[in-house]
T-cell receptor, first 115, second 107 residues
Framework: DAGVIQSPRHEVTEMGQEVTLRCKPISGHNSLFWYRQTMMRGLELLIYFNNNVPIDDSGMPEDRFSAKMPNASFSTLKIQPSEPRDSAVYFC?????????????FGPGTRLTVT | QQPVQSPQAVILREGEDAVINCSSSKALYSVHWYRQKHGEAPVFLMILLKGGEQKGHDKISASFNEKKQQSSLYLTASQLSYSGTYFCGTALNQFYFGTGTSLTVIP
C-alpha cells in the first residue's frame, strides 16, 4: 500500500490567500484525522472523520478553517483567509476503525508557511 | 487536557536504558505511543487498552496504570535508531497527544 498521501508537501503563501491541503487515506481505512504541529503547541488534533462524517471538530481553531471528506478516499483542509500564525506542519492520518483506540498511520505532512 | 510527559529531554549513550512517563489529569481509556524523527511523521509504536496492561516489542515496552492515570515507556539497551521525539496519546472523546520527550542516543 502507498500509505497516506498528502499534497502539497510544501506550501508558501501570502497572508489573506486561500490554502487547500489534500489527503488520501490508506485504502480500507474508515477514520481520518487532521493534525497541526507547531513548536509552541505541539501536535493538535483539528478534526476527525469516521465513515466520511465529521465526528469532532472541536480542535478547529476558528471559522477560517474548514475540512471536508466527500468520499472515502479524499479529504481537504482549507484555510481562508490564511494568516502568519497558521504556519505549521499539517498532518493527515488514517485508521482502520474509529481510530481513538486503534493505531493511526500518518502521512508525510504539509509544511505551510504564510508570509 | 494534554497529557504531560517527563522528562522533556534525555540524552543516552548506546546501550543505556530510559523511561518516559506520561500523566493525565483526566481518566485514561487507552494510551498510544508514537515516535517522531526529525522532519518526519509520527510512527505508531504500541497501544495499551486496559489498565495494568503491558506490551513490548524488540526492546521497547510500555505499561499502563489506569488508576494513577499514567503510562510509562521503557527503552532498554538503547540504539542510535531510537533517537527521536516520543509522544504518548490518550483517547477520551477526542485524541490528545502528550507534550513530547526528546530522546537522543549518542555513540
Amino acid at each position: 500500500d502507498a500509505g497516506v498521501i498528502q499534497s502539497p508537501r510544501h506550501e508558501v503563501t501570502e497572508m489573506g490567500q486561500e490554502v487547500t491541503l489534500r489527503c488520501k487515506p490508506i485504502s480500507g481505512h474508515n477514520s481520518l484525522f487532521w493534525y497541526r504541529q507547531t513548536m509552541m503547541r505541539g501536535l493538535e488534533l483539528l478534526i476527525y472523520f469516521n465513515n466520511n462524517v465529521p465526528i469532532d471538530d472541536s480542535g478547529m481553531p476558528e471559522d477560517r478553517f474548514s475540512a471536508k471528506m466527500p468520499n472515502a478516499s479524499f479529504s481537504t483542509l482549507k484555510i481562508q483567509p490564511s494568516e502568519p500564525r497558521d504556519s505549521a506542519v499539517y498532518f493527515c492520518a488514517s485508521s482502520s476503525d474509529r481510530g481513538l483506540f486503534h493505531e493511526q498511520y500518518f502521512g508525510p505532512g504539509t509544511r505551510l508557511t504564510v508570509t | 487536557q494534554q497529557p504531560v510527559q517527563s522528562p522533556q529531554a534525555v540524552i543516552l549513550r548506546e546501550g543505556e536504558d530510559a523511561v518516559i512517563n506520561c500523566s493525565s489529569s483526566k481518566a485514561l481509556y487507552s494510551v498510544h505511543w508514537y515516535r517522531q524523527k526529525h522532519g518526519e511523521a509520527p510512527v505508531f509504536l504500541m497501544i495499551l487498552l486496559k489498565g495494568g496492561e503491558q506490551k513490548g516489542h524488540d526492546k521497547i515496552s510500555a505499561s499502563f496504570n489506569e488508576k494513577k492515570q499514567q503510562s510509562s515507556l521503557y527503552l532498554t539497551a538503547s540504539q542510535l535508531s531510537y533517537s527521536g521525539t516520543y509522544f504518548c496519546g490518550t483517547a477520551l472523546n477526542q485524541f490528545y497527544f502528550g507534550t513530547g520527550t526528546s530522546l537522543t542516543v549518542i555513540p
